[in-house]
């Protein structure tokens, strides 16, 4: 965190299971600490205590979380609350109220939604100001909810930007994956990557880099970050080094066509 706003990074994300609340609290200490005001993003649907039984998106819930999500921060206000997916148990308008009060209540500035469809959008109808989706070279599912968002001017911001490592060339064809990486601990999401019309891509994607002067998780972020209709892109670091190239990836530009060469690559 303090690397992050030496390099000018002013929007923190978080949610409240986000480490069974520790994510929250610690972001709440070094607050205190620092005497910083990052803008704040936070999320309700998953039990803080791991518990199955309690999660989702009632009107009850969502009033009790935002209220412990606030003690952790040790603010009175989040500028964000979303979602963080939808609850098949609890009908949209429900939550949407819910959350709709916890603006008028003072607790949030704004609300959106995490994992989210258009189907899902369509029936909650323009009640959400931003939307945030994993999105990146690797995964585009998400495309047609961010023409959606662009045509009705909401915000979207892409989370996974790097596809848990995949466009940072982590993993290499018919090479064990590093430890501690995604692909030893939760390789669930990305065992489909395991191709070789994948494996050739990134092979693309790094002699693409090389040839601008660049590494792989630059360019990648940078192909997010050129997309006009990409609000803003969330990383995940794990060491201060890791913000490096999401930070040399402002100073990567890409035309349109160039941005099309690259999406080629996976197609």
Not at 128 to 157: K, P
Not at 179 to 194: A, C, D, K, V
């Given at each position: 965190?303090?690397?992050a706003?030496?390099?000018g990074?002013?929007?923190?994300?978080?949610?409240?299971?986000?480490g069974?609340?520790?994510s929250?609290?610690?972001?709440?200490?070094w607050?205190?600490?620092?005497?910083?005001e990052?803008?704040?993003?936070?999320?309700?649907?998953?039990?803080?205590?791991?518990d199955?039984n309690d999660?989702?998106l009632?009107?009850?819930?969502?009033?009790?979380?935002?209220?412990?999500?606030?003690?952790?921060?040790g603010?009175?206000?989040?500028?964000?609350?979303?979602i963080?997916?939808?609850?098949p148990?609890?009908?949209?308008?429900?939550?949407l109220?819910?959350?709709d009060e916890?603006?008028?209540?003072?607790?949030?500035?704004?609300?959106g939604?995490?994992?989210?469809?258009?189907?899902?959008l369509?029936?909650?109808?323009?009640?959400?100001?931003?939307?945030?989706?994993s999105y990146?070279?690797?995964?585009?599912?998400?495309?047609?909810?961010?023409?959606?968002?662009?045509?009705?001017?909401?915000a979207?911001?892409a989370?996974s930007?790097?596809?848990?490592?995949?466009?940072?060339?982590?993993?290499?064809?018919?090479?064990?994956?590093?430890?501690?990486?995604?692909m030893?601990?939760?390789?669930?999401?990305?065992l489909h990557l395991?191709?070789?019309?994948v494996?050739d891509?990134?092979?693309?994607?790094?002699?693409?880099a090389a040839?601008?002067?660049v590494?792989?998780?630059?360019?990648?972020?940078?192909?997010?970050?050129?997309?006009p209709?990409?609000?803003a892109?969330?990383?995940g670091?794990?060491r201060?080094?890791?913000?490096?190239?999401?930070?040399?990836?402002?100073?990567v530009?890409?035309s349109?066509a160039?941005?099309?060469?690259l999406?080629?690559?996976f197609?």
């Amino acid at each position: 965190m303090d690397a992050a706003w030496s390099l000018g990074i002013r929007d923190f994300d978080t949610a409240d299971a986000y480490g069974g609340g520790r994510s929250e609290t610690w972001i709440g200490r070094w607050r205190a600490r620092t005497g910083n005001e990052p803008t704040l993003t936070t999320k309700v649907f998953h039990s803080v205590e791991g518990d199955p039984n309690d999660q989702g998106l009632s009107r009850a819930r969502i009033l009790r979380q935002i209220d412990g999500s606030l003690a952790r921060l040790g603010v009175e206000r989040v500028d964000t609350y979303l979602i963080h997916e939808p609850d098949p148990e609890t009908p949209i308008a429900e939550t949407l109220d819910a959350m709709d009060e916890t603006v008028r209540d003072g607790k949030a500035g704004s609300v959106g939604a995490s994992n989210v469809d258009v189907a899902w959008l369509d029936e909650a109808g323009g009640r959400v100001q931003v939307v945030q989706n994993s999105y990146s070279l690797l995964d585009r599912e998400s495309e047609r909810v961010l023409e959606h968002c662009a045509e009705r001017g909401m915000a979207f911001t892409a989370f996974s930007p790097l596809a848990g490592g995949w466009l940072a060339g982590k993993y290499r064809r018919d090479e064990t994956p590093p430890p501690g990486s995604r692909m030893t601990m939760r390789p669930e999401s990305y065992l489909h990557l395991q191709d070789d019309a994948v494996y050739d891509g990134l092979d693309r994607l790094a002699d693409a880099a090389a040839e601008r002067g660049v590494d792989m998780p630059t360019l990648a972020s940078a192909w997010l970050l050129t997309d006009p209709r990409i609000t803003a892109v969330v990383v995940g670091p794990r060491r201060p080094e890791h913000l490096e190239p999401a930070i040399a990836a402002l100073e990567v530009e890409l035309s349109p066509a160039e941005r099309d060469e690259l999406a080629s690559f996976f197609p």
